[in-house]
Each structure stands twice: as structure tokens, then as C-alpha cells.
């Protein structure tokens, strides 16, 4: 089953897709079993991926992107020279849920980034509290005193 996309999807999708790197290579042994389970995991992590076809047979890479969107049930958004542009909607599996444990969480003051905390708090917790000036190690103009003249 393959997905067809609408001009407006296809364009969107390529606007995308053209600052993206090639995620998975189809080199010499050409779509392997092995390649096509790294193209489903590419696509189940990111939707939308590039594959770099080395192959000189414009032919063949027609029927590498071909297979890739029937067996996969992808659509294809651009082949363009050796690179083939495949979106995909992430599925919801048993694999992609987060196992519940019984570790306890870390706790903010040993969060190790901004990021971590900006995801554990929101991107409120990134912004300064307070609008208040903070005091500048150096002496301003109106903290001076005045100079003696004699």
C-alpha cells in the first residue's frame, strides 16, 4: 500500500526535506532485507528521510524507491539525481511507548543541561525571573564621584 500525496503535501514535504542528510545507503547488494528494516526504523524515528542510491541505473533507482513505498507503505516525495526524499507518518507501536520502571527520576538540581530542564519544566524555566538590573562589577557614571578641581 502505498501513500499518495497531494501537490501541496508533495512541496511542503520537500521544503522539508532539503536541509536533511541522507539517513540510510543503498550501495552495490542494493535493497537487502537488512537495508529496507533501516529504512522502517529511519522513518518510524524521523517521517521524513533521504536515502542515497549509489547506482549509476536510473531505472533501478525508480524501482529501489518503488519498493521502499509499497513494502513499507510510504509515499514517495522526490527523487532527485541518486537521493530519494520518502515520508512516512511515525506509527504508534508497543516499541515507540516508554517502558514504566521503578527508578525514581532525577531531580531538577541534577539535571545536567538547559535542555533537560526546559523539558522537564517548560521554556518558561529558561527565561530570567526577574526584571530587576543586575549590579555590573564596575562603577557607573552616577556611582563616580565627583573629581576636586583645585
Request: charge should be positive; aromatic fraction near 4%.
Amino acid at each position: 500500500m502505498m501513500i499518495e500525496l497531494t501537490p501541496a503535501q508533495r512541496r511542503a514535504f520537500r521544503a522539508q526535506a532539503h536541509h536533511l542528510h541522507p539517513v540510510v545507503s543503498v550501495a552495490s547488494n542494493g535493497l537487502t532485507p537488512a537495508v529496507l528494516n533501516e529504512v522502517d526504523a529511519a522513518l518510524q524515528a524521523h517521517e521524513l528521510i533521504k536515502i542515497r542510491v549509489y547506482g549509476e541505473d536510473r531505472a533501478q533507482r525508480d524501482a529501489i524507491l518503488a519498493t521502499v513505498c509499497v513494502e513499507l507503505g510510504a509515499a514517495a516525495v522526490q527523487h532527485i539525481g541518486k537521493t530519494l526524499v520518502v515520508w512516512r507518518e511515525r506509527r504508534e507501536d508497543e516499541k515507540t511507548v516508554a517502558p514504566v520502571t521503578d527508578k525514581p527520576r532525577r531531580s531538577l538540581a541534577k539535571a545536567k543541561s538547559a535542555k533537560v530542564l526546559s523539558a522537564r519544566r517548560g521554556v518558561s524555566s529558561l527565561k530570567p525571573k526577574s526584571a530587576q538590573k543586575k549590579p555590573y562589577w564596575f562603577a557607573s557614571p552616577s556611582d563616580r564621584k565627583p573629581r576636586r578641581e583645585d
